[in-house]
C-alpha cells in the first residue's frame, strides 16, 4: 500500500500543530522514518514537516504505510480533552468561509484555523470553551468535529470539481 501525497501532507501539518504527537512512516525499504514527540523519533515534528515538503524519500524508500500516535486512525482527528485538531484541505480563508456558511461551530464550541501555505493545507482547532476541567470523552465534540471535516471537504470538492449543467 502506498501512502498519498495529501496523506503526508496531513499527517506533517498534525505533527507540527498539536503538541505530543509522534508519526511513524514505514517505507518499501523497511525503515521506519518516526517523527514528533516519540522517545525514538529520528528527528522533530518541524524537521518532520520540512522533510514532506521536500518530497524526497529516495534515501529511506516510498512510504508504505502511515500511522500517528495520538490520531484516532478511522478519523484521523488528535483528541486532547475539550479539543479536536483536525486538517481541512482548504486555505485557511476558505475554512473559515466554509464553516460560517455551514454555521455549524457555536457557543459551547469555538473554531481556530491555522493555514500551512507550504503544505497546502490548515489544521483546525476546535474546542468546548467554558469548562474547568474537559473531559477527554466528549461525544458532541467529535460529532462536531465530523461535521466539520464533512463541511471542509465538501467544499475543497465543490471547489475543484467541474459539474456539468445539464440543459433540458
Known amino acids: 500500500m502506498t501512502v498519498t501525497a495529501p496523506q503526508l501532507r496531513s499527517a506533517a501539518a498534525l505533527t507540527a500543530a498539536v503538541q505530543g504527537l509522534a508519526c511513524r512512516v514505514d517505507t518499501?525499504?523497511?525503515?521506519?522514518?518516526?517523527?514528533?514527540?516519540?522517545?525514538?523519533a529520528q528527528m522533530c515534528a518541524l524537521a518532520f514537516r520540512q522533510f514532506v515538503i521536500k518530497g524526497?524519500?529516495?534515501?529511506?524508500?516510498?512510504?508504505?504505510?502511515?500511522?500517528?500516535?495520538?490520531?484516532?486512525?478511522?478519523?484521523?482527528?488528535?483528541?486532547?480533552?475539550?479539543?479536536?485538531?483536525?486538517?481541512?484541505?482548504?486555505?485557511?480563508?476558505?475554512?473559515?468561509?466554509?464553516l460560517r456558511e455551514a454555521g455549524c461551530v457555536a457557543p459551547p464550541f469555538q473554531a481556530m484555523v491555522r493555514g500551512d501555505d507550504e503544505l497546502a493545507v490548515s489544521v483546525v482547532r476546535l474546542s468546548r470553551v467554558g469548562v474547568d476541567s474537559p473531559a477527554l470523552?466528549?461525544?458532541?465534540?467529535?460529532?462536531?468535529?465530523?461535521?466539520?471535516?464533512?463541511?471542509?471537504?465538501?467544499?475543497?470538492?465543490?471547489?475543484?470539481?467541474?459539474?456539468?449543467?445539464?440543459?433540458?
Open 28 to 40: 518499501a525499504e523497511g525503515r521506519c522514518v518516526i517523527a514528533g514527540a516519540a522517545t525514538d
Open 56 to 98: 524526497d524519500w529516495s534515501d529511506v524508500g516510498a512510504p508504505t504505510c502511515l500511522a500517528i500516535d495520538g490520531v484516532d486512525p478511522t478519523t484521523g482527528f488528535a483528541a486532547k480533552p475539550g479539543e479536536r485538531y483536525l486538517v481541512s484541505p482548504l486555505s485557511p480563508q476558505a475554512t473559515i468561509a466554509a
Open 137 to 168: 470523552e466528549d461525544p458532541e465534540l467529535d460529532e462536531l468535529s465530523l461535521e466539520v471535516f464533512s463541511t471542509c471537504l465538501i467544499a475543497h470538492l465543490t471547489g475543484t470539481t467541474d459539474v456539468p449543467t445539464h440543459h433540458p
